[in-house]
């Protein structure tokens, strides 16, 4: 287990973008597969994207592919989710995953998950 803090969420304009982050204080993010999830209220949770640096895998999922990008910092210790125009559909609570099995968009394959993010994008 992995504790995980999300944070930059907010309230924004269709057409903006966000940029959220994750930390797992007093530890390396560099060795996990990271992600992140979204469940908008009454609907599933959705996967968004996850990366695994070892293998240079990254993946993003179909609804925000070409928006949203999944990154981390040199030093592996924040992972970032780059979100560029944003629509009201992208409105839910974001969570920040940890897991040790790339190559899987399962949400069960995440055993780490943080509190949750709220974004929120007015029209």
């Known amino acids: 287990q992995v504790h995980l803090v999300e944070s930059g969420g907010g309230l924004v304009q269709a057409g903006g973008s966000l940029r959220l982050s994750c930390i797992a204080p007093?530890?390396?993010?560099?060795?996990?597969?990271m992600g992140w999830f979204r469940q908008a209220p009454g609907q599933e949770r959705e996967f968004v994207a996850a990366?695994?640096?070892?293998?240079?895998?990254?993946d993003v999922g179909d609804s925000v592919k070409g928006r949203f990008t999944i990154s981390g910092d040199n030093a592996r210790k924040t992972l970032y989710l780059q979100m560029n125009n944003l629509s009201p559909e992208d409105t839910a609570e974001y969570y920040c995953?940890?897991?040790?099995?790339?190559?899987?968009?399962?949400?069960?394959?995440?055993?780490?998950w943080g509190q949750g993010i709220q974004v929120t994008v007015s029209s």
């Open positions: 007093g530890r390396s993010i560099s060795t996990y597969v």
């Open positions: 995953v940890a897991g040790s099995r790339p190559f899987t968009r399962d949400p069960q394959a995440f055993g780490s």
């Open positions: 990366i695994y640096w070892p293998v240079n895998w990254r």
